[in-house]
Every structure is written in C-alpha cells, then in structure tokens.
C-alpha cells in the first residue's frame, strides 16, 4: 500500500520556539493532505485539510496563525507549530489521499510526530 | 455526517475471532462505512469499506445489516497485535477535501 512518512518521528523544543513537521508522500502524489492531532486517550482530531497549491482550510477552534500549514508539492505538506507553548504538547498525525477528483476509499496515514514542549 | 455508536472496550481471546460492532442508525444512503484501526502511538490505518454489501479482505470481513444501521467488524483469528483502537466511520465517498472524522473507538485487546 501507499506509504506516507513523517519527520521528526518525536521532537522536544522549548516553549516559546517554533517546530516543523514534515509530511511526505513517499510513492504517490497527495492533492489532498490532512493534519490531525491527538491528545493522550483521546481520539484524532482534525486541524486542518491542505490541497496542493492552495491555502490550508482549518476546522473552528484552530489558529491558522500559530498552525502554518504548507502544501507546496504533490508530495510534501508542512505543519509549523509557532511560539510553542506547554499545551501544543500532543501527537500530530498527517494523511495523504492520492488523485485527482477521484473517489477513493482509503487514506493512508502518517506514523505521527510526538512533540513534547517544556 | 452519520454519528456511530462504539462499544468503549472489548476484549477476545488470542486466535478468536473478534467482533466489534457498530451503530450508525441515522446513516443516509450516500454514506459508506469505513473501519480503521490504531496501533498505540502509531497513525491509523484503513482495514475495511463498505456500502451495503458485505465485504472481505485480507485483513478483516464487514457485515452491514440490510437496513444498514450497523454493522460489525470480524477479525477472524485475532492476534496479539491486533490489540489497538478500532474506529467506525460513516460519511460519504472520501474524494478531494472530503476530511475523515474520528470517533472515540471501541479499544480492543487481544489476551493470550
């Protein structure tokens, strides 16, 4: 199947600095990537939806200003956590659906990014 | 969207099969019923779809009622690392910015 990877695998970095999180479609091309975040016991939630070339749509409640995503290629998404912060503390998880328009069924996700903000 | 209803926990016998229901009373006729499963402090991972027919593949078989309104998931010969959290998901076809909406999960453990 499709394999989508993510980089770092875990980050700590401290509160008030910026991280990146890379999200690559490593044998497909992803018009459409998604980036969720988890909280320990609780289930994914989704930040935001990010189609190639465009502007990242985000679901209510979350800071297009402090959560920058970037699509910038068919193969690559980027989530930049700024001015970090104690709470931003969680597991961030990416997903890639490959194609253009078509209906698919599946989503193939990343193996998540733990960060850890001190 | 069609919300579904999961069993909080189950548990099953290593080499049993492992049937998890779910309940998606109010889903309408375009939805599908997606299960996906997540292995902890992994990403989810799709194991099956459905419409109305029941459907078969190598990792699991889905038997969605004839009036549609649930379902269950069989994991025929369950193993150990089948233990993770089991999602059911109702909603339409997934194409373009269609986003995927997770629930809380049935958390199955597989015991030796």
């Known amino acids: 199947g499709a394999v989508v990877s993510q980089h770092p695998s875990r980050v700590i970095c401290k509160s008030g600095t910026s991280v990146k999180i890379e999200c690559r479609s490593l044998d497909f091309q992803a018009t459409t990537m998604f980036w969720y975040r988890q909280f320990p016991k609780q289930s994914l939630m989704l930040m935001a939806t990010?189609?190639?070339?465009?502007?990242?749509?985000?679901e209510q409640g979350v800071e297009k200003d402090k959560f920058l995503i970037n699509h910038a290629s068919l193969t690559l998404s980027t989530l930049t956590v700024t001015s970090a912060h104690p709470e931003d503390s969680s597991f961030y998880i990416c997903?890639?659906?490959?194609?253009?328009?078509?209906?698919?069924?599946?989503?193939?996700f990343g193996p998540g990014t733990r960060l850890t903000v001190t | 969207d069609a919300k579904t209803t999961q069993p909080t926990s189950m548990d099953c016998a290593e080499g049993r099969a492992a049937n998890l229901p779910c309940n998606h009373s109010?889903?309408?006729?375009?939805?599908?019923v997606y299960w996906y499963r997540q292995i902890h402090s992994q990403g989810p991972q799709y194991i099956i779809h459905g419409l109305k027919n029941n459907e078969t593949n190598e990792m699991a078989s889905l038997i969605i009622t004839e009036d549609r309104k649930s379902s269950t998931l069989i994991l025929p010969h369950a193993t150990l690392r089948d233990t993770a959290v089991y999602y059911c998901i109702a909603q339409p076809p997934q194409g373009g910015s269609e986003k995927l909406v997770f629930g809380k999960g049935t958390k199955l453990t597989v015991n030796p």
């Open positions: 990010s189609n190639e070339g465009s502007k990242a749509t985000y």
């Open positions: 997903s890639a659906r490959p194609g253009w328009g078509e209906i698919l069924y599946e989503q193939y």
């Open positions: 109010t889903i309408s006729g375009n939805e599908y």
